[in-house]
């Protein structure tokens, strides 16, 4: 079971940072990544991190604003985003990857945690 949550409004150029508890999964090694979908959009990989080693990666079009991290004893990942924009605004999940490392494909990840919405004003 995966839970995000720290979602809420914003303003463009503050900061928010998102947490998702992962529990119940016992498998070792895998990763886990952020997703996010805007409405109307399809869904899109934001970035992850390998529970192994904390090894992240990250998509393009975020790469310097955000910042994965876990906290290995807290089975929690955190997904903290500066600057955000109003482009930012969707609805942020985290899910559990079926590998070691975390990738950019959505059928690569076999559980999905709820949602948490994140708005950014102008």
């Known amino acids: 079971q995966l839970q995000a949550s720290g979602g809420g409004l914003v303003q463009a150029g503050d900061s928010l940072r998102l947490s998702c508890v992962v529990s119940?999964?016992?498998?070792?090694?895998?990763?886990l990544g952020w997703f996010r979908q805007a409405t109307g959009q399809e869904r899109e990989f934001v970035g992850g991190?390998?529970?192994?080693?904390?090894?992240?990666k990250y998509a393009d079009s975020v790469k310097g604003r955000i910042t994965i991290s876990r906290d290995a004893a807290k089975n929690t990942a955190y997904l903290e985003m500066n600057s955000l924009k109003t482009e930012d605004t969707a609805i942020y999940y985290c899910?559990?990857?079926?590998?070691?490392?975390?990738?950019?494909?959505?059928?690569?990840?076999?559980?999905w945690g709820w949602g948490t919405q994140v708005t950014v004003s102008s």
């Open positions: 119940g999964y016992t498998a070792s090694p895998y990763a």
């Open positions: 899910a559990v990857s079926r590998y070691s490392g975390s990738t950019s494909s959505l059928e690569d990840y076999a559980y």
């Open positions: 991190i390998a529970w192994t080693g904390g090894f992240t």
